[in-house]
C-alpha cells in the first residue's frame, strides 16, 4: 500500500499550488482521505479532508475559502487546490487515508490508518 504525494514547491504568498496524492496497492474506494501538515518546529495538523463518496468535505478554519479538497475520477486520487496561499501555509503536507466514523474524526490523525511521505510547500513572503 502506497500513498504518493506531489505538486509541492516554492510560491510566492498570494499565489496558487495544486497537490495531488496517489494511493496504490488497494482499492480506496471506501476510504476517506485528508491532508495534513507539519511545519518545523510544530504538531502536525488537520487541513482537509474527504468522505469515500466524495459527499463530505472538511476544512480547518485556517484554510477554509482558500483550500479545495476533491476526489478524482478513480477515486484512488485526491487534490488539495491551495489558493491565496500564506507564508503560514509552509509546511510538509502529508496525504492520509482512512475510515473515519463521522464528524470530528475526520479531523483527527489517527482515524487514519495509510500515509504518504510528504511533499513540501514552501510560500515565500
Known amino acids: 500500500v502506497q500513498l504518493v504525494e506531489s505538486g509541492g514547491g516554492l510560491v510566492q504568498a498570494g499565489g496558487s499550488l495544486r497537490l495531488s496524492c496517489a494511493a496504490s496497492?488497494?482499492?480506496?474506494?471506501?476510504?476517506?482521505m485528508g491532508w495534513f501538515r507539519q511545519a518545523p518546529g510544530k504538531e502536525r495538523e488537520f487541513v482537509a479532508a474527504?468522505?469515500?463518496?466524495?459527499?463530505?468535505?472538511y476544512y480547518a478554519d485556517s484554510v477554509t475559502g482558500r483550500f479545495t479538497i476533491s476526489r478524482g475520477d478513480a477515486r484512488n486520487t485526491v487534490h488539495l487546490q491551495m489558493n491565496s496561499l500564506k507564508p503560514e501555509d509552509t509546511a510538509v503536507y502529508y496525504c492520509?487515508?482512512?475510515?473515519?466514523?463521522?464528524?470530528?474524526?475526520?479531523?483527527?490523525?489517527?482515524?487514519?490508518?495509510?500515509w504518504g511521505q510528504g511533499t513540501q510547500v514552501t510560500v515565500s513572503s
Open positions: 492520509a487515508a482512512g475510515r473515519p466514523w463521522s464528524g470530528s474524526y475526520y479531523q483527527s490523525a489517527p482515524s487514519y490508518d495509510y
Open positions: 474527504i468522505s469515500w463518496s466524495g459527499d463530505e468535505t
Open positions: 496497492g488497494r482499492s480506496f474506494s471506501a476510504y476517506a
